[in-house]
């Protein structure tokens, strides 16, 4: 009881110390992480507070997604052996259909060719075949048929899957992608030997919103930005949500020039949003965002790349300049 009472002090006292929420997914991390019972947990998350990472929900829900949600890792391979069973089955049922065609044009050639001598003998055996050859057909169709019903439940089952993949990668708050997701997007592209840019778009004034007019008005501010994000880089790269008032975009095979345009054409998106209060009729102020450009470099992950994107943000910030990239 003393050593839980131990443990339940030394959670409440890390989510304090960060300023964390004490939701479930966050306390169960955390109570994982204080127990000690999990390695590559407790490695990730020192690293990060060694680098002085923002250690916020969004880091919290990533390190769970990687080292704590084996469920969603073992549906996945459940509906891919069900895939490779449908396919195999489906590519027996046309061989077999193929099969069953050519043995019947056979028999029917046989019918034309038989011997004179022994013509009713021949013809008896041969009616014989051709019955068992159309109940070989009828038994086939059956099979097709429980073959469709069991494709039918595949895609039932394959639509589930892909709405258990969208919660796992998405953030639910803002549409955009969970920082896991890029994680493993930005490891692919960098074993494909292709060049990455990441752009960070900071919130500057979002607790501003939050403080002032209220946590709903906060996430509307939050959602708009994110739409903005989605609208000008989703067809030319992966936008994610990577912390509470920021968002990552990776880019590949684009140089920094490029990654620069597409920024501002972000930044150019949202300073045309306007909002008023529907209470009072004031017009709110408008949204104020930090532009950073990092390039990928080869000894670099996805965190290192993010870390350098997001304090070019800082930089721009604090020179006054939209857009900063690093190793200007």
């Known amino acids: 009881m003393a050593i839980a009472q131990e443990k339940m002090t030394k959670v409440c006292i890390f989510l304090e110390r960060f300023s964390l929420p004490p939701t479930p997914l966050n306390y169960q991390v955390i109570y994982t992480y204080t127990s000690q019972v999990n390695n590559k947990l407790n ?29 969603h890792t073992t549906q996945v391979s459940m509906i891919q052996n069900v895939d490779g069973v449908i396919n195999s089955l489906s590519n027996n049922a ?14 029917s050639e046989c019918v034309h060719t038989l011997d004179e001598k022994n013509i009713e003998q021949s013809r008896q055996a041969l009616k014989v075949l051709n019955n068992q ?49 890029l994680t493993q997007q930005a ?45 000008y880089v989703f067809q030319s790269g992966l936008p994610g949500r990577t912390a509470k008032d920021q968002f990552t975009v990776l880019l590949a095979n684009i140089d920094p020039e490029t990654a620069n345009v597409i920024a501002e054409k972000v930044r150019n998106g949202v300073e045309k949003l306007r909002f008023v209060s529907s209470k009072t009729g004031v017009k709110l102020p408008s949204i104020d965002l930090s532009l950073g450009i990092a390039q990928h470099q080869h000894e670099d992950d996805f965190n290192k790349l993010a870390k350098k994107a997001s304090h070019a943000a800082f930089k721009a910030r604090s020179l006054g300049l939209s857009s900063y990239t690093a190793g200007q």
Do not use: P
Request: net charge positive.
């Open 94 to 107: 046309q061989n077999t259909e193929k099969q069953i065609i050519r043995f019947a044009g056979q028999v």
């Open 187 to 231: 490891q692919i592209w960098s074993n494909q030997q292709k060049s990455i840019c990441a752009i960070a778009i900071q919130i500057d004034n979002l607790d501003h919103f939050t403080l002032n007019y209220g946590d709903i008005i906060g996430e509307v501010i939050l959602n708009k930005v994110a739409k903005q994000v989605q609208k």
């Open 43 to 71: 490695t990730a998350l020192d690293r990060a507070i060694s680098a002085n990472d923002n250690i916020d929900s969004v880091l919290i829900e990533q390190l769970y997604s990687e080292f704590l949600n084996t469920g």
């Open 133 to 181: 050859t159309a109940e070989l057909l009828n038994q086939h169709k059956l099979f097709k048929q429980e073959l469709s019903k069991a494709k039918q439940l595949h895609q039932r089952t394959q639509k589930q899957l892909t709405q258990l993949r969208k919660q796992h990668i998405v953030d639910t708050q803002t549409g955009l992608y969970k920082r896991h997701f």
